[in-house]
């Protein structure tokens, strides 16, 4: 298929604290003014907000009313969507990255797997990673707290797909890791990268936006302002072949040898140039 341009939109934007409604109504301002574009992604629990104290209350089922009008948008657009969304269930609710096809279909869903520590007293963790077709690409969604775990980026990229994109509520404190993981996965994976960061303040906590796209490469293609909202379309280069392929390179058969001792010393040659 060869390299091509796949348009994403980024929304950088601040949710609404536990009001779901209002979150759903403005992903589907934001598909009807850009039908143009093949997937629109949001931040990280978008659709409730990031106060732990609503999470529960919030939580929607993905049979919800609410899902359903994003999906509705999505058809309309016919445009792909990745939103954040507290993921009712049995127990503790889910971080779930919801994803919905450009016909309005629920193409997969990813629960987040790396939870924070205060996360975990909230939330239920995912036991499983996905590979979604959204926009006749391969995309892999992941959240913010997997950046930092380079087996999760690489145990997707392994199943050949196009784009990685995280979902995040990064706060200002973590902007400057974030900003090298963000490269870091793309360039072990040789695949583009998109990261998209909510803003604003909540429950004490300030989110620093700069929502970034880079290339299969790791070069930065846009980051958007921090601390403000914004919403960008980007032009992703997909498909292009970056070598050295690290993912095929990979070996996963080496073994890690526990307290190996010092190793054999062979006999006295004169063969060693050093000596001569």
């Excluded at 907000?49 to 919800?64: I, M, Q």
């Excluded at 145990?155 to 890791?177: H, K, M, P, S, Y």
């Amino acid at each position: 298929m060869g390299e091509h341009p796949a348009a994403v939109l980024l929304a950088q934007l601040q949710p609404a604290t536990n009001d779901v409604i209002s979150s759903a109504h403005l992903v589907g301002e934001l598909l009807a003014e850009h039908v143009d574009v093949d997937i629109a992604v949001f931040p990280e629990l978008f659709l409730n907000g990031n106060s732990l104290s609503f999470v529960r209350e919030s939580a929607v089922p993905l049979g919800s009313r609410v899902v359903q009008r994003i999906r509705d948008s999505a058809r309309r657009s016919h445009t792909a969507v990745i939103v954040g969304v507290a993921e009712r269930s049995f127990g503790l609710p889910s971080d779930t990255a919801l994803c919905v096809d450009e016909d309005g279909e629920i193409a997969g869903i990813y629960r987040k797997v790396h939870l924070a520590e205060d996360e975990q007293r909230h939330m239920s963790p995912g036991s499983s990673f996905a590979v979604v077709s959204l926009g006749g690409l391969r995309v892999a969604p992941l959240m913010a707290g997997d950046l930092a775990f380079p087996e999760a980026a690489r145990a997707v990229a392994r199943t050949g797909i196009d784009l990685l994109v995280t979902i995040a509520a990064t706060e200002d404190r973590d902007a400057e890791e974030h900003t090298v993981l963000v490269r870091a996965r793309a360039i072990e994976n040789r695949v583009p990268h998109v990261y998209v960061n909510r803003v604003g303040d909540e429950s004490g906590r300030r989110y620093c936006g700069e929502s970034t796209v880079v290339d299969a490469a790791g070069s930065p293609l846009v980051t958007l302002f921090p601390s403000r909202p914004e919403v960008r379309v980007v032009q992703v280069p997909v498909g292009a072949v970056v070598e050295p392929d690290y993912p095929s390179r990979s070996r996963e058969d080496v073994p890690v040898l526990h307290d190996p001792g010092r190793p054999p010393v062979g006999a006295m040659t004169d063969d060693c140039p050093l000596d001569r």
